[in-house]
């Protein structure tokens, strides 16, 4: 029986972190679990963005094709496996209007099994493991990204009373449980994770099980992403808001940011 891992989010939850750790200490985990992470599925991914924002079926049963082409060419030998990407519960909410939550993520996560099944272990000991968020916190890491990636031109307030319905983490959760059953699903809000000894990664590493001799040789490592001073962050609002073009929106906020980059 296979240890399998799957961490599919949630976006805006430590995921970044999360997955950096287990690349920066790749060579002791590599013996005991493959990895595989964001960037390493990249073309299952799209069509699990695609999937959630109402490509279909075909769409659905593209991800399955290239998912499990992909985990045919693991090397797996007697290793477990952990996947983390959170893209495979779909696209974000808020960058995409035709996103509705998390609505697809159940039914992407049980095609996730099913190639699991078909290419790993037809029995394996699968857990799915969801890094959650308390929602406002949640809402407002999800408002900066898209004030810091798009031209939205919304406020805190007004994007979260447009999102906040739309998205519940823990129902999600509860309905992946029903879809994926009988496997394993877990999650833990950020905010308990990050005083945790691995931060956001720390779920991830006890769910390996790695020797203790391996285990307590693992190095932390900075967090990414953390939300900046709210003066940047209103300043990227105004300048969403204005008539400069997109290319030298695009300068400006990386000039910004880069000079925040320095202060820290």
Request: proline share 5%; glycine share 4%; hydrophobic share 40%.
């Amino acid at each position: 029986m296979t240890r399998v891992i799957v961490h599919a989010g949630f976006h805006k939850t430590g995921t970044t972190t999360a997955q950096r750790f287990l690349m920066h200490n790749g060579k002791l985990i590599w013996p005991h679990h493959a990895i595989a992470i964001q960037h390493r599925i990249r073309h299952p991914l799209k069509m699990a963005l695609a999937y959630s924002t109402g490509a279909g079926d075909l769409a659905l049963d593209e991800f399955r094709f290239r998912l499990t082409a992909f985990l045919k060419t693991l090397d797996m030998g007697n290793r477990g496996l952990i996947i983390s990407a959170e893209n495979l519960s779909g696209m974000m909410p808020g960058k995409n209007d035709l996103v509705d939550g998390y609505s697809a993520c159940p039914t992407l996560m049980q095609a996730v099994a099913e190639c699991i099944e078909t290419v790993i272990d037809a029995n394996p000991d699968l857990v799915f493991h969801f890094s959650t968020r308390e929602k406002p916190a949640w809402l407002r890491s999800i408002w900066w990204h898209n004030l810091r990636k798009t031209r939205l031109t919304d406020d805190l307030e007004t994007f979260s009373a447009i999102l906040g319905p739309t998205c519940d983490l823990d129902k999600t959760v509860k309905q992946v449980r029903r879809a994926v059953g009988p496997y394993q699903v877990v999650s833990e809000r950020l905010e308990q994770t990050t005083s945790q000894q691995f931060g956001p990664a720390t779920p991830l590493i006890d769910l390996l099980e790695l020797p203790d001799h391996r285990r307590t040789a693992l190095q932390n490592i900075p967090r990414e992403n953390v939300m900046p001073s709210l003066d940047l962050v209103h300043e990227f609002l105004a300048l969403n808001r204005s008539t400069m073009t997109n290319t030298a929106l695009k300068a400006r906020k990386q000039e910004l940011l880069e000079q925040a980059a320095k202060l820290d």
